[in-house]
């Protein structure tokens, strides 16, 4: 039976439990609406950890006034029945007014990371996940944590927070899952309609796109984004926000390629937002 935990004392006592036991815990934190991509690292935290606690938390604190916080896909029964077949021991889903008690005031914030890619697009967002991220870790504790290369920058902040506060924590990232077709599977493209779902595979197909460039032997960066940005302009409906080839760790935009690349893409369609990425070796 996979536990339902709402509230942080419970959640700390619980911790407290595992730690006299010598258990070591893995923990994989969550917005809910899960699908195989976070059953991945449930699954994958099963087999590394002796206990294992998933945290579902629509974080309002890491959304845009202009973003889809209200309209955000949240079923927690299907998520504690789909966390608990994955292997967690423990479901961590509190209240706004738990994580955000009356009065609350201080915020983790990254000077460099958090201004690339996404960043430069959704201001204050990644200072809202890695308070957030930080608060969890406090919470849960774990000895290992589990992050999707889905959102690669976050987990490139999260890596990075962790190192610099010293969250005792081993960050884990691991691949992304992908439909049959090519997309990344998101919790966000249950808000996709036939046409989007169609026009979304742009942003796979654009990757795959990128790194065939890579392989061939192209190794100017602006070369490779135009291929890609090519794919994505027949698609007439998509805007943009950025098709990216970075370094894996600044983040900072390459001009030529001679190591390992991030090829990174965002844009929207119709209301959605969507983001895919891959990491190119050449
Ligand atoms: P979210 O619920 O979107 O905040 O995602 C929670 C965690 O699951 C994050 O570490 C994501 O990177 C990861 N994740 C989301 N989608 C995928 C996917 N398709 N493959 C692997 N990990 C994913």
Do not use: W
């Not at 969890?136 to 999260?158: E, M, N």
């Not at 942003?203 to 890609?228: Q, Y």
């Not at 001679?258 to 965002?266: R, S, Y």
């Amino acid at each position: 039976m996979t536990r339902l935990v709402t509230t942080v004392e419970e959640m700390q006592a619980l911790r407290e439990s595992a730690r006299v036991e010598g258990k070591t815990v893995g923990f994989v934190p969550t917005m809910g609406a899960l699908h195989e991509g976070h059953l991945s690292l449930v699954r994958r935290a099963r087999a590394d950890n002796d206990t294992v606690v998933v945290s579902v938390y629509v974080n309002p604190f890491q959304f845009g006034p202009q973003e889809d916080l209200q309209r955000y896909p949240r079923d927690l029964p299907a998520d504690h029945k789909l966390a608990g077949s994955a292997g967690a021991d423990f479901v961590f889903a509190p209240t706004d007014a738990e994580m955000y008690p009356a009065g609350f005031q201080t915020y983790v914030e990254q000077f460099t990371l958090p201004k690339r890619l996404c960043g430069r697009f959704r201001p204050g967002h990644f200072r809202g996940v890695l308070t957030v991220v930080l608060k969890l870790f406090h919470i849960v504790r774990p000895t290992r944590s589990y992050f999707g290369q889905k959102d690669y920058q976050q987990s490139v902040v999260i890596r990075r927070m962790a190192g610099d506060l010293h969250c005792g924590t081993e960050v884990v990232t691991l691949p992304i899952v992908r439909e049959e077709d090519g997309l990344a599977m998101s919790s966000r493209n249950r808000y996709l309609g036939v046409r989007d779902r169609k026009d979304a595979l742009c942003l796979s197909e654009a990757l795959v796109i990128g790194e065939a460039a890579i392989r061939n032997g192209e190794r100017k960066a602006s070369a490779i984004v135009d291929a890609m940005r090519e794919r994505i302009g027949r698609v007439k409906r998509a805007r943009i926000d950025y098709v990216a080839c970075v370094d894996p760790e600044t983040l900072a935009a390459v001009k030529t390629v001679e190591g390992t690349v991030v090829l990174a893409l965002a844009l929207h369609l119709g209301k959605t937002r969507l983001i895919d990425n891959r990491l190119v070796a050449p």
